[in-house]
Nanobody
Framework: QVQLVESGGGLVQAGDSLRISCEAS????????MGWFRQAPGKEREFVGA????????HYTDSVKGRFTISRDNAENTVYLQMDNLKAEDTAVYYC??????????????????????WGKGTLVTVSS
């Protein structure tokens, strides 16, 4: 079992940076890949990026490549999403998620959001233009 709690969302202006966090409980965290997803108003939940269990591999959707960076601290049971040069279209509720059986970042990127077993409640990021 993994419990996930996101934090750090807020209202920022276009071009600003923001870092959001996902704190996990449960011994499984340090051995599983973690993903970030987002859901904008009126849209389906979409993959943003993922990080391998040891942080050596990351994968991002094209729209955030070069602007977003995922990292993790297994000692703190936390995964981070650093978002730079934010745009209005990044406005969404951001969720961290995991499925212990999805072990690679590329596989996680190819799976639908419904394939993830564990979800946090999300944190809202609003980017004003």
């Amino acid at each position: 079992q993994v419990q996930l709690v996101e934090s750090g969302g807020g209202l920022v202006q276009a071009g600003d940076s923001l870092r959001i966090s996902c704190e996990a409980s449960g011994r499984m965290f340090s051995s599983i890949a973690m993903g970030w997803f987002r859901q904008a108003p009126g849209k389906e939940r979409e993959f943003v990026g993922a990080i391998s269990w040891n942080g050596d591999s990351t994968h991002y959707t094209d729209s955030v490549k070069g602007r977003f960076t995922i990292s993790r601290d297994n000692a703190e049971n936390t995964v981070y999403l650093q978002m730079d040069n934010l745009k209005a279209e990044d406005t969404a509720v951001y969720y961290c998620a995991a499925n212990p059986y999805i072990t690679t970042t590329h596989t996680m990127a190819a799976m639908p959001a419904s394939a993830m077993d564990y979800w946090g409640k999300g944190t809202l990021v609003t980017v004003s233009s």
